[in-house]
């Protein structure tokens, strides 16, 4: 065999690539991460010749039990080795050539000339088998490598980071590994109601997180055939006019909003402590907040993410719990329920705690 590119591959198991008796094989901008101790990740070995291995990033999140990158002594002769980023947890040998390992670029690089753009160190990934915003890998590979491919697993391109100096040969802005690094803006979007009724405006906001350039503009597509709806602020608005499901938007036909409120006494051991809910209450819109009035004139309390209250009154008698609900939409209503609260509980000497005598 003769020729052979091994480029811009993700392999997640150890012994990922050996070349054996080959002729001119390049293994170039590769990336292996393994969670286990491989033998070796790359091997070259049987008397191979002129192999390249280059721009690769070889990763053991495991102390390896051998190096990661081995060359057997019968394949030194013309194989080059460089711009590769190698790691594994602990002080290990992390290069085997011709026989004797090495722990570091360092002593690699003296013993042999090889490698003198090794980097070694913390884990270049993120998420995605992509580097990472900072990276040493970003913007540092050999571009003049045989066997450089012009996209990379993905398809995408060499992608210049501007936020990284080009310390790479040609163009200067290939990324070391199978993936080269992307403008790491996103912009996860939030809906005001995932409930919203026909006719009413629903609002998405788009929390746009910082890239490599400002924000210009939003564009979104509410699900619904009418086409992207874009504005140069975040929040983007758009009326939903036929009610199916839309991308987990579940349009409903236009309602009142129309509290219900629930409010009983706590158990015996605490005969004055109550609580209050407005779950029930009928909407179009989705709920999102409610406050409650327990009447006994403490003001106001806020009710906590299930629309719920709870709260202790001083003395027994009869008080009207008011809850006021709003929605989504901006809508607010009030309901309310009398409650007469108990006294607290009568023990007499000898008798049990919980009994309907107490009272």
Same mark, same amino acid.
């Not at 009710?303 to 929605?327: E, K």
């Given at each position: 065999?003769?020729?052979?590119?091994?480029?811009?591959?993700?392999?997640?198991?150890?012994?990922?690539?050996?070349?054996?008796?080959?002729?001119?094989?390049?293994?170039?901008?590769?990336?292996?991460?393994?969670?286990?101790?491989?033998?070796?990740?790359?091997?070259?070995?049987?008397?191979?010749?002129?192999?390249?291995?280059?721009?690769?990033?070889?990763?053991?999140?495991?102390?390896?039990?051998?190096?990661?990158?081995?060359?057997?002594?019968?394949?030194?002769?013309?194989?080059?080795?460089?711009?590769?980023?190698?790691?594994?947890?602990?002080?290990?040998?992390?290069?085997?050539?011709?026989?004797?390992?090495?722990?570091?670029?360092?002593?690699?690089?003296?013993?042999?000339?090889?490698?003198?753009?090794?980097?070694?160190?913390?884990?270049?990934?993120?998420?995605?088998?992509?580097?990472?915003?900072?990276?040493?890998?970003?913007?540092?590979?050999?571009?003049?490598?045989?066997?450089?491919?012009?996209?990379?697993?993905?398809?995408?391109?060499?992608?210049?980071?501007?936020?990284?100096?080009?310390?790479?040969?040609?163009?200067?802005?290939?990324?070391?590994?199978?993936?080269?690094?992307?403008?790491?803006?996103?912009?996860?979007?939030?809906?005001?109601?995932?409930?919203?009724?026909?006719?009413?405006?629903?609002? &998405?906001?788009?929390? /746009?997180? +910082?890239?490599?350039?400002?924000? $210009?503009?939003? !564009?979104? #597509? =509410?699900? *619904?055939? @009418? %086409?992207?709806?874009?504005?140069?602020?975040?929040?983007?608005?758009?009326?939903?006019?036929?009610?199916?499901?839309?991308?987990?938007?579940?349009?409903?036909?236009?309602?009142?909003?129309?509290?219900?409120?629930?409010?009983?006494?706590?158990?015996?051991?605490?005969?004055?402590?109550?609580? &209050?809910?407005?779950? /029930?209450? +009928?909407?179009?819109?989705?709920? $999102?907040?409610? !406050?409650? #009035? =327990?009447? *006994?004139? @403490? %003001?106001?309390?806020?009710?906590?993410?299930?629309?719920?209250?709870?709260?202790?009154?001083?003395?027994?008698?009869?008080?009207?719990?008011?809850?006021?609900?709003?929605?989504?939409?901006?809508?607010?209503?009030?309901?309310?329920?009398?409650?007469?609260?108990?006294?607290?509980?009568?023990?007499?000497?000898?008798?049990?705690?919980?009994?309907?005598?107490?009272?």
């Amino acid at each position: 065999m003769s020729g052979t590119d091994v480029a811009a591959n993700l392999f997640a198991t150890g012994n990922a690539v050996s070349v054996t008796g080959a002729v001119n094989t390049d293994l170039v901008n590769n990336t292996a991460t393994v969670g286990y101790c491989p033998d070796s990740v790359f091997t070259v070995a049987g008397a191979a010749t002129g192999p390249s291995v280059e721009n690769n990033v070889l990763l053991a999140t495991c102390p390896a039990a051998s190096p990661l990158l081995t060359v057997a002594a019968d394949s030194m002769a013309g194989t080059k080795s460089d711009y590769n980023v190698v790691h594994a947890q602990g002080d290990l040998e992390t290069y085997s050539w011709g026989g004797t390992g090495h722990a570091s670029a360092t002593t690699l690089a003296a013993a042999t000339g090889q490698g003198t753009h090794y980097l070694i160190g913390d884990q270049p990934l993120s998420s995605g088998d992509m580097p990472e915003e900072g990276s040493p890998a970003v913007d540092s590979a050999d571009a003049h490598a045989h066997g450089v491919q012009p996209t990379d697993f993905n398809g995408s391109p060499p992608l210049d980071d501007p936020l990284v100096a080009n310390t790479g040969t040609g163009v200067g802005c290939l990324d070391r590994g199978a993936v080269e690094m992307q403008d790491p803006m996103t912009s996860p979007v939030s809906l005001n109601a995932q409930r919203p009724p026909t006719g009413d405006t629903v609002i &998405a906001t788009l929390q /746009a997180r +910082q890239g490599w350039a400002p924000s $210009t503009g939003y !564009t979104v #597509d =509410f699900g *619904d055939g @009418t %086409g992207p709806t874009s504005s140069t602020s975040p929040p983007v608005s758009h009326v939903y006019t036929v009610p199916p499901l839309y991308d987990g938007v579940y349009v409903v036909p236009p309602a009142p909003l129309v509290p219900v409120v629930s409010a009983w006494q706590a158990s015996e051991d605490t005969p004055l402590h109550v609580y &209050a809910d407005a779950i /029930a209450s +009928q909407d179009s819109w989705t709920l $999102t907040s409610a !406050t409650c #009035d =327990f009447g *006994d004139g @403490t %003001g106001v309390h806020p009710a906590d993410t299930n629309l719920g209250c709870d709260h202790t009154y001083q003395a027994a008698g009869l008080y009207r719990v008011t809850m006021t609900v709003t929605d989504a939409g901006g809508n607010t209503a009030s309901g309310s329920q009398f409650l007469t609260i108990r006294p607290l509980p009568v023990v007499q000497p000898g008798q049990p705690r919980y009994c309907g005598a107490c009272y």
